[in-house]
């Protein structure tokens, strides 16, 4: 009980890692510390929850406190670790309370996570300005949106919740129009979730696309379909500044005011890193913790894993920054592994990513823009196909876009986006296992794939794409 494995951060990659760590160690200490009071939740249901969708915020949540504690874990919930001293193999850790004390380590997992960016849009002491990153926020856009004399405090149903919050946004009046800050995932989602709950819903956009890691194709058939369901969207508009003394009242643009009585600020997160300040830890992209196959950090016995470390990029075989879910999960569990005993490598990141727009899906793999493949090395070769989903005289056939984007002198797939109405999303987890083994495009042309009229025509989407990006190459 002289080395614990200390392990910072009780969401996704943390939490992993110590379920992992004890099942494979049972006979050494496991303690996690987290400096707020949720734990292991879904970051990516909550617009969901905000829309109405997901009934209950605990719906949310897939470990409560007693059950971890029934896995053997040490949680301490309201406990921050602010520094780590790597020579002495101790952190700081202040508690809620305001009480502070050393903790020694023998091996030490930092997954803090990220937090939201704001960029010059603060929000804090503003009330009906939001940044979406936690679940207490979530509750209170929850609250907030609704009629005072109509809100639901059942909805908000752990003891974890800001209650005090929550009870401040549910009795103000509420909202009719909504102004977005960004295209992205969050503004993408959050756009469906308002939408849903009857706001005039605005999305401002800077670039001149939404979904800019999608790419150009999969933005422009997302954006018609916002414009569809009732969203306005506003692209090539980057917002100068959220307007408003104590409540919002609107967002700046051009040097005119948006009116708003909501506005939803998404443009990016940063991973939280602080607590390794001064120790020297090497930084990769996006100023995340640099962490190599297995996880491990520069100094010695000091492990990051989730939103806030790099990985191995599937592709280009370089560190990168891609802080995802999946990946957050599967790297936690690897550390966990390999610092009871067992070495195992984390895994590549491809960037496999998907989103929901109303009726539409898209999803998106490795190096889409050619910008980012030309910045690594590769001439990049590019095809935009449109097919049918299934049969064409099957019901429900819709026509589906794809994106393939090789390298011309390998011939080698290196990314890929798809987007349609119609079982499109997962179709790029095709395109995923095609870039992790390293596929060409004329291998993924001959993929076995499968056929049958209510799932898809004898000629899948991808290997359409397939073929005419190979006759491209062909000419090159």
Same mark, same amino acid.
């Given at each position: ?35 707020? *009071?949720? @734990?292991?939740?879904?970051? /990516?249901?909550? &617009?969901?929850?905000?829309e ?13 406190p ?6 053997? @874990? ?15 193999k101790t952190v ?13 380590y ?27 990153h ?10 907030? @949106? ?11 149903d ?53 979904l ?5 194709a ?14 306005? %969207?506003?692209?090539? /508009? ?5 307007v408003?003394?104590? *409540?919002i ?42 962490a ?17 470390a790099t ?11 891609? &802080? ?5 999960? *599967? ?7 390999t610092?009871?005993?067992? &070495?195992?490598p ?15 899906e ?12 030309r ?5 990049p ?13 099957y ?32 179709? @790029? ?11 060409t495009?004329?291998?993924?042309e ?6 049958? &009229? ?12 397939a073929? %005419? ?8």
């Amino acid at each position: 009980m002289s080395d614990p494995f200390v392990v910072v951060g009780g969401d996704a990659a943390g939490l992993s890692a110590a379920s992992k760590f004890r099942r494979e160690a049972p006979d050494r200490e496991v303690v996690v510390f987290e400096k707020g *009071r949720w @734990i292991s939740y879904a970051y /990516c249901g909550m &617009p969901y929850f905000i829309e109405g969708r997901v009934e209950r915020l605990s719906n949310l949540l897939s470990l409560s406190p007693s059950e971890v504690a029934e896995r053997g @874990i040490d949680l301490r919930r309201g406990h921050e670790v602010v520094a780590v001293d790597p020579e002495e193999k101790t952190v700081r850790v202040e508690t809620a309370d305001g009480d502070s004390f050393e903790q020694p380590y023998g091996d030490l997992l930092v997954a803090t996570g990220a937090r939201a960016a704001t960029g010059p849009f603060d929000v804090r002491g503003m009330d009906g300005a939001f940044t979406l990153h936690n679940m207490d926020t979530a509750a209170a856009i929850d609250a907030y @949106i609704a009629e005072p004399d109509a809100y639901d405090p059942s909805r908000a149903d752990v003891s974890a919740v800001d209650r005090e919050r929550v009870e401040r946004n549910a009795a103000m009046p509420a909202p009719e129009t909504a102004a977005i800050v960004g295209g992205g995932y969050v503004g993408v989602e959050m756009a469906e979730a308002l939408s849903g709950r009857d706001l005039d819903v605005h999305v401002f956009q800077r670039s001149d696309h939404l979904l800019p890691p999608f790419g150009e194709a999969v933005g422009e058939r997302v954006e018609a379909e916002l414009v569809d369901k009732g969203v306005t %969207v506003h692209t090539g /508009c980057p917002v100068e500044a959220l307007v408003g003394e104590d *409540r919002i009242e609107g967002v700046t643009f051009d040097g005119e005011t948006f009116p708003a009585e909501l506005a939803i600020v998404g443009v990016g997160i940063r991973p939280n890193t602080e607590l390794l300040d001064g120790t020297g830890v090497g930084l990769g992209e996006g100023g995340a913790i640099s962490a190599d196959e297995y996880g491990r950090t520069t100094l010695p016995d000091v492990y990051a894993a989730g939103d806030c470390a790099t990985a191995r990029h599937a592709v280009t075989g370089e560190a990168t920054w891609v &802080p995802l879910g999946l990946t957050a999960n *599967r790297v936690g569990r690897a550390v966990g592994a390999t610092v009871a005993g067992d &070495p195992t490598p984390v895994g590549d990141t491809a960037g496999t990513a998907v989103v929901k727009a109303f009726e539409m899906e898209a999803g998106r793999v490795g190096l889409v823009e050619d910008e980012a493949a030309r910045a690594v090395g590769f001439d990049p070769v590019r095809e935009t196909i449109t097919a049918g989903s299934r049969s064409g005289y099957y019901p429900g056939a819709s026509p589906t876009d794809v994106t393939l984007v090789a390298d011309r002198a390998t011939r080698r797939l290196i990314g890929g986006s798809i987007v349609g109405a119609d079982r499109a999303a997962i179709r @790029i987890d095709t395109l995923a296992t095609a870039l992790e083994a390293d596929m060409t495009v004329p291998e993924v042309e001959r993929l076995d794939l499968a056929y049958a &009229p209510p799932f898809s025509p004898v000629w899948d989407p991808v290997l359409v794409a397939a073929k %005419v990006l190979d006759g491209t190459l062909d000419e090159a």
